[in-house]
């Protein structure tokens, strides 16, 4: 039976954890929070005292951790002792100099890396639906891809170290972007007596159609499972959406991109979470947008 180290059973790496025991792999899981453990150990996962001792006997290690500061702590810590030829795989979201730095500790230790964060929130998670999006070699992909097979509905190779972080910051960059946009249509639409309803059955069937419109539409009633449906419940929370869209626009100063809507829609969800709603859905921004969520 393969084992894999999971470090970090948050949210999301706790169902992600439980999707692999389903399938048969031996998991063995830590994490610094007791409670987070317990959930594990419910789930089938052997808890272990520490990372290292969770990635010790591992062929596979998994990392689902809040930001690069954590990935490259843990890393430090249980390269050194994991056995060569180990495959790391970090699933968090974090900046791409980071991922690119974690690559680097593990090719020093002769293991196998990639990066791959995920899309598809904590529903994803625990369905086994997640997109993958991988950054690594050829060879560390090849290992990687029937391990992330429980936990995934899609996993697309993104290209070398770092490319599974660019990928997943500039999808966010559009959705913060897009949600804004539609959030404002939809403000506009109720200044000039248009229904939701109308405004969703001409712009999902015309050049407006994107998915915040027809899959997350921020005003309740034309998509019915939408967070705003349930006074905006996350979903995806707009401290999450915040963290993605300074990713953003750390990796445009860095490399010299030139996005005035990211930084804009970043600003404007700085403010969002400023007034108290980072664990509100990001679509409820339209009520920011009205001027009615302070
Ligand atoms: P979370 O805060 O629930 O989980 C992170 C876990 O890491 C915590 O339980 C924490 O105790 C643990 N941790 C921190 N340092 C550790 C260490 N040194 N050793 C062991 N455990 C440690 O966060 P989450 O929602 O599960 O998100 C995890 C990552 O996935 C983040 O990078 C996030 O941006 C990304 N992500 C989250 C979502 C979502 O919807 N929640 C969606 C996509 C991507």
Redesign the pocket.
């Known amino acids: 039976m393969t084992t894999i180290g999971f470090?970090?059973?948050?949210?999301?790496?706790n169902p992600m954890a439980a999707n692999l025991v389903k399938a048969g792999y031996a998991v063995h899981g830590?994490?610094?929070?007791p409670e987070?453990l317990k959930t594990a150990r419910d789930n089938g996962v052997v808890v272990m005292a520490n990372?290292v001792a969770a990635a010790k006997d591992a062929e596979i290690v998994i990392t689902?951790?809040?930001?690069g500061k954590?990935v490259l702590?843990?890393y430090e810590d249980i390269a050194p002792k994991a056995a060569k030829g180990t495959l790391f795989i970090d699933?968090?979201?974090?900046d791409v100099d980071s991922a690119r730095k974690a690559h680097a500790i593990a090719g020093k230790h002769g293991l196998l890396s990639i990066d791959a964060?995920?899309?598809?929130?904590?529903g994803g998670a625990a369905a086994g639906t997640l997109t993958f999006m991988a950054g690594g070699s050829k060879e560390a992909f090849a290992k990687a891809e029937p391990v992330l097979q429980p936990m995934a509905g899609r996993i697309v190779h993104c290209g070398d170290a770092g490319a599974g972080q660019a990928a997943k910051i500039c999808n966010n960059m559009i959705l913060g972007v897009s949600m804004i946009g539609v959030a404002e249509a939809f403000v506009l639409a109720e200044k000039l007596g248009l229904s939701h309803q109308a405004l969703f059955d001409v712009a999902s069937t015309s050049s407006g159609q994107c998915w915040s419109l027809t899959t997350y539409c921020p005003v309740p009633g034309p998509v019915p499972n939408s967070p705003a449906n349930r006074d905006y419940q996350?979903g995806?929370?707009a401290a999450?959406m915040l963290?993605?869209l300074k990713l953003a626009q750390e990796a445009a100063q860095q490399s010299g991109a030139v996005t005035p809507l990211g930084a804009e829609a970043a600003q404007l969800y700085a403010l969002f979470n400023a007034q108290g709603h980072g664990g509100a859905d990001f679509s409820g921004i339209i009520k920011f947008l009205r001027g009615d969520s302070a």
């Open positions: 470090i970090g059973l948050g949210n999301m790496g830590f994490d610094l929070v987070n990372g689902m951790l809040p930001a954590h702590s843990v699933s968090s979201t974090i964060p995920v899309s598809g929130g904590t996350p995806f929370a999450l963290k993605d």
